[in-house]
């Protein structure tokens, strides 16, 4: 009698049937885990990549883009004016964001910059390239707008462009940030970072003169804001691509921020030049009186040695915490700084010059002493002399032995048909060089931009 059985019978057919049908379900299960991984993984690489995209946008570019910030609970309100421009502040916002991100400059319209500094009603003070402004945008990052004057701004568009894309890929930490440019008809203009605490000037000179407080800033402090100046111009001409030479080093010149930070404003503004090329011949005068090296009043070649010049007549009003040039010392060895300071060098006293100007700290006097040897080695007459900057840096730094420096003034003795006298109180022969304690004549050449 045959028997019925619902097992494999021992039917070899349907065996390799169940080893198929299970090798199938064993393939779908893996590839149904392979998929599931797969996917996760795509979507961590997905995520990463959105990350890592948002990390590329600087922090001050990440704040939210929120037009008019609350009035977003009265939309209702919001008139078609209001709404138009809300529209357009939104877009400016976000091709700005999106030019940081990919190191353009913004190019901004005359109407746009007229809405973030509210129709310029905040000075912030002016040069001898035009007029500050303070600006907020919508995100609430704060700029600086430099309005050029009218007849600074003689290039053409494509020149402008150019110098102000270079401007705006020159960053570094001691260099103040260029975000973008107006080029209308009606307007050339600069847009910067916005330095809460003003310059040096400010800090060093004016506070000092109206509020007193010169006191309150610790000599440490001086000495990183000496260091970090030395570092910014170091970049400018020894490490960007196109060399930078600035032309008008000066205390206004170095903007501070919360923590005190110096940044250097303005490089670019003047010409720039390949890093080759080491000579300018320029047909006229450049920078501001006081600070301008010698061979920025002669007929000849100018090198990028002219800041570190300028530099060094910094580093002596950090020192002195004073102007270099105080006419009210007229007739006393204390009139000119830089001269005061060698005369004392020379003898063995500088002691007692650092005591006058408030340097009384052993460990300070030791950093004031070096700062001294420093700005007399930037001074030097030929500027072949002069140090690099990054050698500045290095000697501020403590890190090297600094020689003792050669006399700066010895060509005052000779007959080298330059008078730097001119810059103490023999000034009256060349009213160019005069720097009196409260009116900064400035001589500019007809701007490159
Ligand atoms: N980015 C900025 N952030 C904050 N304040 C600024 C900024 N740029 C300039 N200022 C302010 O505006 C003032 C004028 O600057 P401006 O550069 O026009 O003149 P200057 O530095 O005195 O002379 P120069 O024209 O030779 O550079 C500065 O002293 C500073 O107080
Ligand atoms: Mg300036």
Known sequence: MSTTSFGNGGDPGFDSFNNAASSISTAA?????????????????????????GDAIPKYAQAQLTIGGNNSNNQGNINPLQAYETDMAKATMERFISDIAREQPTRFSANELTQCTQNFQKVLGSGGFGVVYKGEFPNGIQVAVKVLKENVSKRVEEQFMA????????????????????????MRALVYEYMEQGSLDDLLFQKQNNKGNQ????????????IGTARGISYLHEECQKRIIHYDIKPGNVLLDPKLSPKVADFGLAMLCNRDSTHVVMSGCRGTPGYAAPELWTPYPVTYKCDVYSFGM???????????????????SQEWLPRWAYERFEKGELNEMLAVVGVTAEEDKVTAERMVKVALWCVQYLPNTRPMMSSV??????????????????????????DLNTMSSSTKSDSRLLQSENSQSEIHVPITI
């Open 163 to 186: 110098e102000v894309s270079t401007m705006c890929r020159t960053y570094h930490i001691n260099l103040v940030r260029l975000y973008g440019f107006c080029f209308d008809t009606s």
């Open 393 to 418: 840096v290095r000697m501020l730094e403590g890190g090297v032995k600094i020689d003792e420096p050669p006399n700066p003034f010895a060509h005052l003795q000779d007959d080298f048909g330059f």
């Open 29 to 53: 299960i893996v590839s149904i885990v392979v998929s599931v991984i797969a996917t996760i993984a795509i979507v961590i690489a997905i995520i990463y990549c959105l990350k890592r995209t």
């Open 215 to 226: 006191s309150i800033i610790p000599w440490d402090k001086l000495q990183e804001i000496a």
């Open 314 to 332: 910094l580093l002596f009003e950090i020192v002195g915490r004073r102007r270099n040039h105080v006419a009210e010392l007229s007739g006393t």
